[in-house]
């Protein structure tokens, strides 16, 4: 694992931290370690049966290494992702005190090589726990 510097606008600071060098299929597992992947899909939060996106439900985009983050809002940022982008995913923050089981509600945050772009969002719509 090599550690790399890079700027986050969104925690507006430098950070180092410990990056994997190649796209993996691995999640970021301790509070500010970051992965590279590529982007799957882009999607809204709610979809019909049968598929079809329900506009302004909130963004969702996952992830070749089976990653997803949801927002009941629509984040620009997520929504101008594409499929097979590159992106570096870092753990931001996981809940505390959750059921045995219940890995809902970690927070990611995600850069977009292509676009510029980063986004902090929970892996799911509840945090561990909740509904």
């Known amino acids: 694992m090599k550690k790399l510097l890079f700027a986050f606008p969104a925690l507006s600071a430098f950070l180092t931290v410990p990056v994997h060098a190649a796209p993996t299929t691995d999640l970021p597992d301790q509070i ?3 992965v590279f992947t590529h982007v799957k ?11 079809k996106p329900v506009p302004d439900s909130g963004s969702a985009i996952s992830f070749v290494n089976g990653g997803y983050q949801v927002s009941y809002e629509q ?15 870092c753990l931001a923050s996981v809940p505390a ?4 089981g219940d890995n ?28």
């Open 41 to 51: 899909s882009v999607e809204t939060r709610l979809q019909e049966s049968g598929g």
């Open 75 to 89: 984040i620009p940022e997520v929504d101008s992702s594409q499929a097979g982008d590159k992106v570096m995913m």
């Open 97 to 100: 005190n959750c059921p045995a």
């Open 32 to 34: 500010g370690t970051c």
């Open 104 to 131: 809902r509600g970690k927070v990611y945050t995600t850069t977009n090589f292509r676009t510029g772009h980063s986004w902090t969002l929970p892996d799911s719509e509840h945090d561990c726990g909740g509904a």
